[in-house]
């Protein structure tokens, strides 16, 4: 099973975009899931993350009030959903999952990961 984030682009400042993580085959099997993020030549940034549930939910602080994670009910698709985008918010964006019940917002908790998704977003 592989990871395939879409929905990047180039947007203006201000605006909205939501990205889209699937599974290549079936259905989506995580303990939580999570996007991260990655600008030129800066480190992977934790961006969001969410159980399988949807009840526990965690933000960047960079991000936070204006991205949110979902995912739908078939357990299909994990979304974020961005507002207010900056052009900071500039990266490419990556989808990943993991099986283990203590994950934080280290990439290494994370093993299945999607391929990324360009977000550029002008000022």
């Known amino acids: 099973v592989q990871l395939q984030a879409s929905g990047g682009g180039l947007v203006q400042g201000g605006g909205s975009l939501r990205l889209s993580c699937q599974a290549s085959?079936?259905?989506?099997?995580?303990?939580?899931a999570a996007w991260f993020r990655q600008a030129p030549g800066k480190e992977r940034e934790f961006v969001a993350s969410?159980?399988?549930?949807?009840?526990?939910?965690s933000y960047g602080n960079s991000v936070k009030g204006r991205f949110t994670i979902s995912r739908n009910q078939a357990k299909t698709m994990v979304y974020l959903q961005m507002v207010n985008v900056k052009p900071e918010d500039t990266a490419v964006y990556y989808c990943?999952?993991?099986?283990?019940?203590?994950?934080?917002?280290?990439?290494?908790?994370?093993?299945?990961w999607g391929q990324g998704t360009l977000v550029t977003v002008s000022s």
């Open positions: 085959e079936g259905t989506l099997d995580y303990v939580a």
């Open positions: 969410m159980n399988w549930r949807g009840s526990t939910r």
């Open positions: 990943a999952t993991t099986q283990q019940q203590r994950y934080g917002d280290s990439p290494t908790s994370f093993s299945l």
